[in-house]
């Protein structure tokens, strides 16, 4: 019951997205497959919740230089049993920058990605099912976290030319694709 949510959503994306068929199916069957999907308990893997946060203007993103994996990211985290991958996604935002005045510009899932977590402090190596949400600052001011070595707000020219993850260049391919779509209407 608790995950069927999810499941809808993951529904729609992939109507939306017919080209990324094979990772919602993972993902399907992934969080049909466990109904502890959402608890980092399930070390084979979990659900987690990530932003594509953008300023007050929409023209950048806020990434995190993570402490832990040494790279560039999106803001997110574990659902710690959180079944609404939504409210992972503002609060790990939150956590993460330090504003509070965050709000989706869209209820639906903006980006997924499964990705390898290496084995860190006694933790095997496991998968993220990564969902994220394309979310809204209502300033540009942030705070620090422990979880990161550097906070950036950074335009969609400044990150194309930064050295970044895939899934995150993907994301500033879907973004920049939103962007000319804005502009069209």
């Known amino acids: 019951m608790h995950r069927n949510t999810l499941l809808e959503k993951l529904e729609r994306y992939q109507l939306q997205n017919p080209g990324e068929a094979k990772v919602v199916q993972k993902f399907k069957n992934f969080v049909k ?22 300023d007050p203007s929409e023209k950048k993103v806020l990434l995190t230089h993570h402490k832990k994996l040494g790279k560039w990211l999106q803001l997110g985290g574990h659902a710690d049993g959180e079944c609404d991958v939504l409210k992972v996604a503002v609060k790990e935002a939150q956590e993460e920058s330090g504003i509070q005045e965050i709000r989706p ?24 099912y990564d969902v994220t949400f394309l979310l809204k600052a209502s300033k540009d001011d942030f705070h620090l976290s422990e979880e990161s070595s550097a906070l950036a707000w950074l335009s969609a020219d400044e990150l194309g030319g930064m050295e ?11 973004w920049t694709r939103k962007i000319c779509k804005y502009k069209i209407d």
């Open 105 to 128: 510009l869209q209820e639906e899932i903006f980006y997924l990605d499964v990705h390898t977590i290496p084995e860190y402090h006694g933790v095997p190596e496991h998968e993220h």
């Open 164 to 174: 970044v993850d895939d899934s995150v260049k993907k994301m500033l391919k879907k």
């Open 33 to 54: 497959s466990h109904s502890d999907c959402f608890n980092r308990s399930l070390l084979m893997g979990h659900v987690t919740g990530s932003s594509w946060l953008l």
